[in-house]
């Protein structure tokens, strides 16, 4: 029978709802092989969900890592997921630190923002919502509901609240940065949801093709954000480009529907992303 393999989920690290090891666990009743775990510019959740992983489901440790592109005016925001590097790299480390930082600091000025229209949410009630994982607009939204203000996460996306009005840009990586340290660090990069043009501006193909040049090694194409011409053509540019395609859900847990294992990658497609990694970050095995 062919594997299951999931390689992109968020637990209570960043903005999913269930804690690394609670994940591990609904990955291996969802019927998964492989998982990996990606929070948004952390590696704090890798050693729990090691621990707690169950027999038979093997572990890709991994981070999404929160990117800019400077090529354009405005900068366009984008993810890159990044498997198996060394979570020890200092440059790389410093990064995402300085990233999780940013994070606190727009959050923090979002919901000056809200306060500023008399909305009742506060921000040490927020912090405390992500619980020391790195914080996000998910976490912000929760207080909106609390607060009654809207019913759903997706509904706090839209353009009246964090999707437009209470939307602030955060201080990302430079994305050809960002590359080179993944790589510098052992890991492998590949670029998440690239033409998910339903959350906003996408890079043109132009500049995938030059990050494929510095170490970019694939292309997430089945993706909920994704239609299916957007699917299509990733896998077309990928295929042009001798990059590799994942699929993968982005669970978030309850912030999100998409389920566990909603979206796959091939064996092969694994095997090649686990070659390229040269760190001293491996599979972990439960
Ligand atoms: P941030 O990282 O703070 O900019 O917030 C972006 C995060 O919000 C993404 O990683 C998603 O997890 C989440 N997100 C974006 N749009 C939606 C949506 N419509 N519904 C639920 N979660 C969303
Ligand atoms: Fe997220
Ligand atoms: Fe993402
Ligand atoms: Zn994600």
């Given at each position: 029978m062919r594997s299951r393999i999931d390689l992109h989920t968020h637990s209570t690290a960043s903005d999913g709802t269930l804690t690394p090891a609670e994940l591990v666990r609904a990955a291996a009743e969802a019927g998964l092989d492989v998982l990996a775990l990606t929070d948004h510019d952390t590696t704090a959740g890798w050693a729990s969900a090691v621990r707690a992983l169950p027999p038979g489901l093997r572990l890709v440790r991994g981070a999404e890592i929160s990117c800019r592109w400077f090529g354009t005016e405005p900068a366009v925001p984008l993810h890159l997921l990044a498997y198996l590097f060394d979570p020890d790299a200092p440059e790389l480390v410093a990064e995402l630190a300085r990233v999780r930082a940013a994070r606190e600091e727009r959050g923090e000025r979002i919901v000056a923002l809200l306060r500023a229209d008399?909305?009742?949410?506060s921000w040490p009630e927020i912090l405390a919502g992500a619980a020391g994982g790195t914080v996000g607009r998910p976490h912000i939204a929760q207080a909106l509901i609390r607060a009654g203000l809207v019913t759903t996460t997706n509904e706090a996306f839209g353009p009246d609240w964090l999707g437009e009005r209470y939307r602030l840009p955060k201080e990302d990586i430079e994305v050809f940065h960002a590359v080179r340290l993944v790589r510098a660090a052992g890991g492998v990069p590949v670029f998440a949801h690239p033409r998910a043009t339903r959350r906003g501006r996408i890079v043109p193909d132009a500049l995938i093709a030059e990050l494929a040049t510095v170490g970019l090694a694939g292309l997430e194409a089945d993706h909920e954000d994704h239609s299916p011409a957007e699917r299509a053509h990733v896998r077309a540019l990928a295929g042009e480009l001798g990059l590799v395609v994942t699929g993968s859900s982005d669970f978030h847990g309850t912030h999100k529907t998409v389920r566990l294992g909603a979206h796959t990658t091939t064996e092969e497609a694994y095997e090649r992303i686990v070659a390229e990694a040269s760190g001293v970050t491996g599979v972990a095995y439960g």
């Open positions: 008399g909305i009742d949410v």
